[in-house]
């Protein structure tokens, strides 16, 4: 099996934290796509003939565009791709499927949501959306320079349920400057009398060249508090646990059988071909990497010039990104894996460093597979690289 990512590279406006590539102005929507459509037929063989269960919409915001546009992007792919003829079903059983049984997911902004707009969407395959709340507080919206307000977050998942659609995430940030424990414990609150099956959230990270860098450069907010941040992901864990949720990934939370299936197959090694700008891709052989750039993306496919970037992974990177992403997850790092399917026998070494965070209560290990404790979850990153092999 194998997903298909689609950058849309617009949003009505940049939030201050952000460093995704996407523009304001979306003078070039149009030629985007035309070059989009193009890139598909394209690349459609870097998936080796793969069949295709996944279609995720990201970016940017994806629901800048009518959904009958998207649509036909969702039509291409599936004219070009091949059907898949078993997928996992939701409830983890295998099925029989048809195209329409793939998980097809839109990115949505909650301001996007509007009668006319699900009127729309009922005429598309999307059975799946991500909708980025962030926070249900406006004076945190306003802050994040979010384009809309906490009222429209909960209206635009109460009507998408009320239009049918049940199989939501949505999207929350921890760890503003300008929040506190009080308002996080009532973010989760609302979360969770929502009712949606999946919950992403993430601490706020200070990237490079945003704005939000610069204020706090600049001593125009206060900076992220790391103690903060771990308190409030620790009230994560444990309000999400209490409410019935599982940490399936370290960022992503989902009452059981309802793992968002695109993302899992990201961190279980399952190739995956992205399309637009800076989008991503991988084939368990080679990743390769889309140009940064709207303009030359657009170009390059309109004179078939390369937009794309592409680096053969040794046994090593292989390994090392095995490590870091599988620890990351419920399923855990498994020495059985690494030995059959990555071909590495280095079980001794692993035990050898990882001996250390055992010790320390950050790993634990159940027949020849590692997993975070709760505690290790705050340190993820580090315990990862200190099991890479170099
Ligand atoms: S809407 Fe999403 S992609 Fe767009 S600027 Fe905000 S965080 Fe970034």
């Not at 298909?4 to 201050?16: E, S």
């Not at 993302?263 to 140009?291: C, E, K």
Request: glycine share 6%; net charge negative.
């Amino acid at each position: 099996m194998a997903g298909i990512y689609i950058h849309i590279p617009f949003c009505r406006r940049k939030c201050h934290y952000c460093n995704f590539f996407s523009l304001a102005s979306q003078k070039l929507k149009e030629p985007f796509l035309t070059a989009l459509k193009k890139e598909i037929g394209q690349t459609r063989d870097y998936l080796c003939g793969e069949p295709v269960n996944t279609i995720y919409f990201g970016g940017g915001t994806p629901s800048l565009y009518n959904p009958l546009v998207l649509q036909e992007i969702i039509d291409l792919i599936s004219l070009v791709t091949p059907p898949a003829t078993r997928v996992t079903s939701f409830s983890g059983e295998a099925e029989i499927n048809q195209d329409v049984n793939r998980e097809i997911t839109l990115e949505i902004n909650p301001d996007d949501i509007t009668p006319a707009y699900i009127g729309r969407l009922k005429q598309t395959s999307f059975n799946r959306f991500s909708i980025g709340i962030q926070s249900f507080f406006d004076e945190d919206l306003i802050w994040l320079n979010r384009s809309h307000s906490a009222d429209q977050a909960i209206q635009s998942v109460r009507m998408l349920q009320e239009a049918g659609y049940e199989n939501l995430s949505i999207d929350l940030i921890y760890g503003i400057p300008s929040s506190s424990h009080e308002k996080w414990q009532k973010n989760l609150e609302t979360a969770f009398s929502l009712d949606v099956p999946h919950i992403s959230a993430y601490a706020l990270t200070v990237e490079a060249k945003t704005p939000l860098a610069w204020m706090i450069g600049q001593h125009k907010s206060a900076t992220v508090n790391d103690e903060m941040q771990a308190d409030q992901f620790n009230m994560l864990m444990n309000k999400t646990k209490e409410h019935g949720y599982l940490q399936y990934e370290i960022s992503n939370f989902c009452k059981p059988g309802r793992h968002a299936i695109h993302n899992t197959n990201y961190w279980q090694g399952v190739p995956y071909l992205g399309l637009g700008p800076s989008a991503h891709s991988f084939n368990r052989s080679s990743r390769r990497w889309n140009i940064s750039s709207l303009s030359k993306y657009i170009d390059g496919l309109n004179k078939g010039e390369p937009i794309t970037d592409e680096e053969l992974l040794t046994s090593v990177q292989k390994y090392n990104e095995y490590v870091m992403t599988s620890l990351r997850t419920m399923w855990g790092c498994n020495l059985e894996k690494i030995n059959d399917e990555l071909r590495m026998t280095n079980d001794d070494l692993i035990r050898k460093h990882a001996s250390l965070f055992v010790k320390q209560g950050m790993l634990t290990e159940n027949s020849g597979v590692f997993f975070l404790t709760d505690k290790g979850k705050l340190f993820a990153d580090r315990i990862a690289s200190e099991l890479f092999i170099t």
